[in-house]
C-alpha cells in the first residue's frame, strides 16, 4: 500500500515535469555572454563570435557600434533558438545601443602610477578630408591650449610603462553622409 509521502513524491515530479516542459516550449528568449572572434561584413554589422566551444554568427544592434576582435559581448537568442539571427546587445562593461568604446573602459588592464597630468576642456575642429595637425602643447611656448601639470609629469612619467589619453570624439556630417568606421585621433607624444 503507497503512503503519502509517495503520492506527494509523485504530484511534485509531476509539476516539475509539466512546468519544464512548459518553459521550454515557451520559447523565451535568452541571452548568453560570447566573445568576439572577427568582424565579418562591418557594413551590417555581421561578427563572428564565440559561445563555450562553438562559434556562430551574430548581428550588431547598431551599425555606429564597432566591436574589436577579444570583446565580450551580451547576444541575444530569439525564443532560445540557435537557427534565428541572434543580436549583439552591447560588451558586457557597456550596454546600450549608443555605447561606443571608451579608454575608460579598459582602465583595469592598467596599473595607475599617477593622476591625470593634463587639463583641458576644450574643443577642437577637424575635417575629415584634410590632413591636419594640431599641437595642443609645446612647453618651449607659453600659448598652449592645455594645462600641464610639469610636476606631475616628471614624477609620475619616470615610473610609466605607457599612457593612457583620450577624449571625447562627435562627427558633424549630415546622418546621410555618415558611414560606419572607426575613427579617432592620432596622438603624438614627443620626449
Known amino acids: 500500500m503507497a503512503t503519502n509521502s509517495n503520492y506527494e513524491d509523485k504530484i511534485l515530479d509531476a509539476i516539475e515535469e509539466i512546468a519544464t516542459d512548459a518553459v521550454q516550449r515557451a520559447g523565451y528568449d535568452k541571452t548568453i555572454q560570447c566573445q568576439i572572434i572577427e568582424c565579418i561584413d562591418p557594413t551590417i554589422g555581421k561578427y563572428k563570435v564565440k559561445y563555450q566551444d562553438s562559434s556562430f554568427i551574430a548581428y550588431s544592434g547598431s551599425s555606429d557600434v564597432t566591436y574589436m576582435k577579444g570583446a565580450e559581448v551580451y547576444v541575444l537568442v530569439p525564443a532560445n533558438d540557435m537557427t534565428r539571427d541572434k543580436q549583439i546587445l552591447g560588451t558586457t562593461k557597456k550596454l546600450g545601443v549608443n555605447y561606443a568604446g571608451n579608454v575608460t573602459e579598459e582602465e583595469d588592464l592598467y596599473e595607475r602610477v599617477g593622476t591625470n597630468c593634463i587639463d583641458s576642456n576644450n574643443q577642437y575642429s577637424f575635417c575629415s578630408y584634410k590632413d591636419e595637425t594640431k599641437t595642443i602643447y609645446d612647453r618651449n611656448t607659453s600659448n598652449n591650449d592645455v ?23 562627435q562627427t558633424k556630417l549630415p546622418k546621410e553622409q555618415q558611414f560606419r568606421g572607426n575613427f579617432g585621433i592620432v596622438f603624438e607624444l614627443a620626449f
Open 147 to 169: 594645462r600641464l601639470n610639469l610636476k606631475s609629469v616628471e614624477t609620475y612619467i619616470k615610473k610609466s610603462s605607457s599612457i593612457i589619453c583620450g577624449g571625447n570624439f
